[in-house]
């Protein structure tokens, strides 16, 4: 069984940045696709950006120049850097793991950028 566990949500004031952690546990096909996704109250969840294992990204428009998406292999570790915080950015963020039929959530860990 696989298990995302985030870390590194929290409180910050607009302009602020926070770098969040997500470290896959289990049995995992070295050919995947990590990435982030976020989920506003009231709004659909949302991609913010995605990392295959041979290091293609991809970002939504609204994060692109502020946000970097970065993953260590061997530690199945997805990062994201989070710069000029704003607080439309406010959402709890989600971890992704794909590949094949699977996919796999992680709990999700909450972002709260005042202004």
């Known amino acids: 069984q696989v298990q995302l566990v985030e870390s590194g949500g929290g409180l910050v004031q607009a302009g602020g940045s926070l770098r969040l952690s997500c470290a896959a546990s289990?049995?995992?096909?070295?050919?995947?696709?990590m990435g982030w996704y976020r989920q506003a109250p009231g709004k659909l969840r949302e991609l913010v950006a995605t990392i295959t294992s041979t290091g293609s990204t991809n970002y939504a428009d609204s994060v692109k120049g502020r946000f970097t998406i970065a993953r260590d292999n061997a530690k199945n570790t997805v990062y994201l850097q989070m710069n000029s915080l704003k607080p439309e950015d406010t959402a709890i963020y989600y971890c992704?793991?794909?590949?094949?039929?699977?996919?796999?959530w992680g709990q999700g860990t909450q972002v709260t950028v005042s202004s």
């Open positions: 289990g049995t995992i096909f070295s050919i995947n696709t």
């Open positions: 992704r793991l794909r590949y094949g039929l699977r996919d796999y």
